[in-house]
Structure formats: structure tokens, C-alpha cells
């Protein structure tokens, strides 16, 4: 099974988010720590706003927080809110079932079995679960603001015994 960027992106921005309740982030601010588009995490974060995960502040000093406790956020139920389609083959849409062996296909049991110990795994894990390891995270997802705010023109950095002049030809 593969999960969409779009539920990828879901479960980062409530993990982002988990990290820091003494204060608002903002799409920006954890768009840049993540590397990830701005543009694609203002729809993830309006769709859970609307989910009632997020609550989003307006104004000069706003951004996102938690509409729950992290203990209350079960990882199950964000990948079937922002799933749209937990199909893992065609047949499992009744209405375009067209195999023609599905009455009395095992596969697709098998595969009904699978999708469901896969989600039976993720309710048992809640978003606190996932941001447990608070400072390790706050450190990486730093860094990965520092990275995105280096200015593309540096260039790599060099090492510490590398000459810094240029030589020109």
C-alpha cells in the first residue's frame, strides 16, 4: 500500500505543529522546514481545519495549532480522513468491480485482510506517540530551516582544508 504526498504532508504538518504548542507556525515556517511547498500545505492545512484537527489563527502574529490533545490524534483516522480512496485494487469499488473472478476471488480478501491490519496498526499510534522524541525532531527540522534559508549562490560549503580562492583561468 502507498500512501498520497497529500497524506504524507498531513501527517508532517501535525507532527510540526505537535512540536511547538507555546506558539502559532506558520504554512511558511514549516513549509520551509520541510523542504515542501507552501502552495501544497495550505490546502493540507485548511482540509484539517475542516477535519477539526487544526484550529487557524488569522492576522499578523497568527498561524495553526492543534484543535485536540496529540494523545487524541489517531494516526488511523488522519490517513482515512485524508486518504481519498483506500482502494488497494479496482475491485474493492463495488460499483467498478468489472474482474470477472470477483465472487470468488481470495485475493481479494487477502487484500481486504491486509488494508485492515494496516489501519489496525496505525490506531494504535497517536500523534504523541510520533512526537515523543520532541527534542531530537526540533533539532532536525531546524536544520532543515537553516538549509533553506542558505542562499542558493553559496554554493556547497567546502571543507575545512579546502582553499577558498577562486582561481581564474
Known sequence: ???????????????Y?????????????????????RNHLMKVVYELGVAGYLETVRGKHGGVRLARATEEIVLGDV???????????PCFDEANALCVITPACKLRSALHEARSAFLKVLDAYTLADLVRNKAAL???????????????AAGPATSPGASRTKRIV
Open 79 to 89: 490517513v482515512r480522513h485524508s486518504e481519498p480512496d483506500m482502494a488497494l485494487v
Open 138 to 152: 526540533r533539532g532536525l527540522l531546524a536544520a532543515g530551516t537553516a538549509m533553506a534559508a542558505r542562499p542558493a
Open 1 to 15: 500500500m502507498r500512501l498520497t504526498v497529500y497524506t504524507d504532508f498531513s501527517l508532517r504538518v501535525l507532527m
Open 17 to 37: 505543529v505537535a512540536l511547538h504548542p507555546e506558539r502559532l507556525p506558520t504554512i511558511g515556517e514549516i513549509a520551509t522546514s520541510y523542504g515542501i511547498s
